[in-house]
């Protein structure tokens, strides 16, 4: 069991799904279903259209909005792209950079995922960095490699200062949308490499407070066991976060009260 001093946080990813109407009940239902009295952190990604809607919604509760990418440059001909500036006027405090469907689908680099980083802490804005292997990756014993080579990109040129802030979520690729989820043990040994890494960067005392999220497959099922992990710090969940009632279940995970 876990006897940090950090905070957990449980983010909702809700990628390309929900209208405004639809992702504004669904932030409304989990507003309501919310323990008055939790401690740790709650963030909902809707997709950008949905921004200002769930923004409202949450307006006066404890849960955190945070897109789900955000540009790296503040204004100007980049069809497409929204600033950082633009999701902070949408009422975000966050930004998911680095998801693996952005660098599956959209071609996204460690460089890129750099500047998106430096671009968000420069706003303000958190960073909700995203790392991960693919199964042929795990599968050839590249994951260590992996791992350490998108923390190193991501982090480039960033002082510990500014990285205070960053919060990293560790997503096998093969886990996410699969139903596959790593066993605690695969992922609380992934969750120590990265820890070692962040170490290795910036110092222990920075590897100590860096909050490390789990994502993939994360459900109502799982989540206690994972949060039982002394260094999983919380989760970032995509499909189960599209259902109020086991979403509910994932935050408000047992494991809390030992915390
Ligand atoms: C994700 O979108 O980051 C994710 C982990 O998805 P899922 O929970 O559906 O695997």
Same mark, same amino acid.
């Given at each position: ?85 633009? &999701? ?8 998911? &950079? ?32 995203? &790392?991960?292997?693919?199964?042929? /990756? ?101 499909? /189960? ?19």
């Amino acid at each position: 069991m876990a006897s940090n001093k950090r905070t957990p946080m449980i983010a909702g990813n809700w990628k390309m799904h929900l209208t405004s109407k639809e992702a504004a009940d669904l932030a409304a239902a989990m507003k309501k279903g919310l323990d008055p009295d939790l401690k740790h952190e709650v963030l909902l990604a809707p997709t950008f259209t949905a921004l200002h809607a769930v923004n409202a919604v949450l307006a006066g509760s404890k849960i955190f909005l945070s897109s789900q990418d955000v540009a790296w440059e503040e204004k100007g001909a980049f069809t497409g792209a929204v600033a950082p500036s633009q &999701i902070k006027d949408a009422g975000c405090t966050h930004a998911i &950079i680095g998801h693996s469907e952005r660098r599956k689908i959209f071609l996204e680099t460690d460089e890129v995922i750099n500047k998106k980083m430096k671009a968000a802490i420069k706003a303000n804005i958190v960073p909700v960095l995203c &790392i991960g292997e693919t199964l042929e /990756e795990r599968e050839s014993q590249k994951t260590y490699r992996v791992l350490e080579t998108q923390l190193v990109g991501a982090f480039a040129g960033i002082s510990a200062a500014e990285a205070a802030k960053v919060v990293i979520a560790y997503e096998p690729v093969w886990a996410i949308g699969t139903g596959k989820t790593a066993t605690p043990d695969q992922a609380q040994d992934a969750h120590t490499f990265v820890r070692k890494q962040m170490e290795r960067i910036y110092g222990k005392g920075y590897a100590d407070a860096v909050r490390i999220l789990y994502g993939g497959s994360v459900k109502a099922e799982n989540i206690d066991e994972l949060m039982a992990q002394p260094d999983i710090d919380g989760a970032l969940v995509g499909g /189960e976060s599209l259902k109020a009632d086991k979403f509910l279940r994932v935050i408000h995970f047992q494991a809390a009260l030992s915390r």
